[in-house]
């Protein structure tokens, strides 16, 4: 509540909701009496947000999140001011048979950069074994079988639990659910989140209002008081209590709690982190907890342990770090081989002996697919006559995958096995294998001479070519052998092999590995570098460092997509809907298909309505405003009685206005009960009266002249909670107002009387809004 000078209205929620709380975080380590470090502890200590008090610590480990339970020492992890981090990466776990598994690895480092732990767990928080090779994860997982969850917040229980949505997405960008997590209690659930689960909107079952001011008689202020209310699960107040905005505790008046004075501020806390050094030179950290006053000087402060209890410093109180701050960052970058030799394994496909200019050499009987392959082919017996000499021929033609080989140049190697089989033995030149470019010859090795029947030996070749050579189609390997000459003779050809090896083709293999970089806090600059495997390892670069490239699941570029979830309210006339919205993007940035679903991430939703960003509340939980009035308590006709009225009001225009209570003088400590409520007045040869304030809900086109019909307006201040409002100020233009707006108007002190004009109006009749304003 404000009191009765012009302040804005206290929002609350009547919905019921845990009281917040602050988490501070301190990561240190565990260390035994011989300074061997046992552990690394993340240390939280738990501030109420509303009192300033501490009122928890939990220690769990930074991987896991469990209670962690020290055996030595807790302290920081290096006397230079720099903790441990902790890097965490989802990876993929790819067997043999290409199927991925994914699952999160946390690795901890110390400010050097050094390895202190490496923990590997299953999306659902267990404890996984890597069976297969870790990198990065498909960037387009199987449509058949997604495997990518994404994990939803901003959503609630309808008893104001936080919970996360945990969700997968084919290709299509269509989400389906695979269960929740309790945000509170860590627990998981597999399905759908139970119904009534909604975005979380701003409820709480206590408020804290803005600062107050204790005067005594004199007109001194003598305290700092925060008012606080607690609701009940009607969004009506069931207990108010004093704070004591410097220590937190209940604070019992002096004198008048009211607004303070101009200039006088909520006093504010910080914390920092100093060493209490004994004469000893025993180093000992702990936390101190500063007050300061309105102005900001520091008017006391606290001490704790680092793990949150009471601290009497014995010694000389300092700053922990003795030398240059260091902070640590991993990242997960490759090593890409600089262009080097590489090995191509070509085709071959059945040709003609013409192609290649060896027309006087008969063809042997195709296929010849069984040679080019590894197998064995035959070249039969001829039967003759003499003096004919027969030597058929096979031919292949070659050709290769040459990406990112352009201007390439190698080496091409190919080698055969030959048996001549008899009966005959062989006369003179018996045959040959050789590589031919279009007609003309580049190489070849002759069979052995007169080979006898049961010879065996192999053909060997190697001749330079270039890349562009191989893609103009006309390189051409061919196998000539005898079969009669004088006598008839069988031939078997076997162990084909082909190879292409060429240099100045771009890499396309890398190595994944991680590297931690050591930075000073100060300037920036990086002071040292670490290069670890994926296990921790140390390793050690070979080519060019760059940004991995993700790994090719099988499809191609275009099915590249990166999707992101937006929480939407679809406005239909008084009903607000709150729904899912998932866009799907390509690798450019464009959008390739946008999905709506319901807030489990399932259920497909229809807009009814206008789309917009959701307001802070769209479950239209009630807004407690206040009213000042004045009461004829004695019959003369003049209030000179001032009190305030607190009202609850359905900003959705389903419920009426309730009266929560009046106060006298604004004071909560006061109920009171008007006896003949009047208008305020105002006596012009009296001292100034406090300004009185009033509140408006609107809903429609209904025209809203206060300037008109409070002459004495001092201020005004406008809240659109749906549709638009027009306002009209002395310019003399209607200017539109969207929703989820607040504007405010008053008169400049010591110039203005009052504001000339302030008309408002919506824009249709969907429209509502709340006017907050000041008069005398």
Known sequence: MTGCCGQGPVIVSGAAATPRVDVETV????????????????????????????????????????????????????SDGCNATTSVLVLCDVAADGTATQFVRATTYDCQGVVLATVDRSLAGAAYTVAGTVGVCPTSPDCDSPTT??????????????????????????????????????AYSPGAPPTGTMACGDARTITVSGTFCDIDAGGQVVGLVLVEYTYDETGAISAVRLVDAVTGGTYTPTGTVTVCPAGVEQPERDLLQLCDTAADGTVTAFVRDYARDEIGAIVGHSDYALDGTPYTPTGTVGSCS????????????????????????????????????????????????????????????????????????????????????????????????????GPGTGQAWDGALQILKGTTLLASQDALHDAPAGWSGTLSLSVPITAAEVAAGNIYVALILETFHLSSKQWTADQFTMSLELEGCEATTSIQFLRTLVTDCATGEIVATTDTTMDGQPYTVTGEVAQCAATDSGSSSSDCQDCEQVILCD?????????????????????????????????????????????????????????????DEDGDGIGEVLYTELWAIDPCGTDA????????????????????????????????????TGVRAVTGTAAQDLAGSLPGLQSVSLTVLAGAVNVTMTDGSAVPIPADVTMTWSVAKGEDSALAAASFAGASAAAQYLLNYTYR
């Not at 939990?58 to 920081?76: F, S």
């Not at 229809?606 to 009630?622: E, F, I, L, P, W």
């Open 27 to 78: 990561l240190l380590c565990d260390t035994l009496p011989d300074g061997t470090v046992a552990g690394v502890a993340l240390v939280e200590p738990i501030y109420d947000t509303s009192s300033g008090a501490r009122v928890g610590t939990r220690t769990v480990d930074p991987v896991t999140g469990a209670a962690y339970t020290p055996t030595g020492t807790l302290g920081p992890c290096s």
């Open 149 to 186: 969850p994404t994990a939803t917040v901003g959503l609630c229980l309808a008893d104001g639990t936080p919970i996360a949505v945990t969700v997968v997405r084919d290709c299509g960008g269509v989400v389906t659910s695979e269960g929740w997590i309790n945000l509170t209690t860590g």
């Open 322 to 421: 003795i030398e240059p701050c260091r902070n640590s960052q991993t990242v997960m970058v490759c090593d890409v081989p600089a262009d080097s030799t590489t090995t191509i394994t070509p085709t071959i496909t059945d040709a003609s002996g013409a192609d290649a200019g060896l027309g006087r050499f008969p063809d042997l009987p195709a296929p010849y697919t069984p040679l080019w392959t590894g197998g064995s082919l035959v070249w039969p017996a001829d039967p003759g006559p003499a003096p004919a000499q027969v030597h058929p021929v096979a031919t292949g033609l070659i050709a290769a995958d040459l990406a990112g080989c352009d201007g390439a140049s190698g080496t091409l190697k190919v080698s055969v096995r030959v048996t001549q089989d």
């Open 571 to 631: 406005t239909d006339g008084a009903e607000v809907t709150a729904f899912l919205r998932t866009v799907c993007r390509d690798c450019n940035g464009l959008a390739v298909s946008t999905t709506d679903t319901e807030l489990d991430g399932a259920t497909a939703y229809q807009v009814a309505g206008t789309v917009g960003t959701c307001g802070s509340d769209t479950s239209c939980a009630k807004q407690v405003i206040e009213r000042c009035g004045c009461s």
């Open 657 to 692: 206005p309730v009266l929560l209570g009046a106060y006298e003088d604004g004071d909560l400590t006061k109920p009171f009960t008007p006896a003949a409520p009047v208008e305020c007045t105002v006596d012009e040869d009296a001292a100034p009266t406090p300004l009185s």
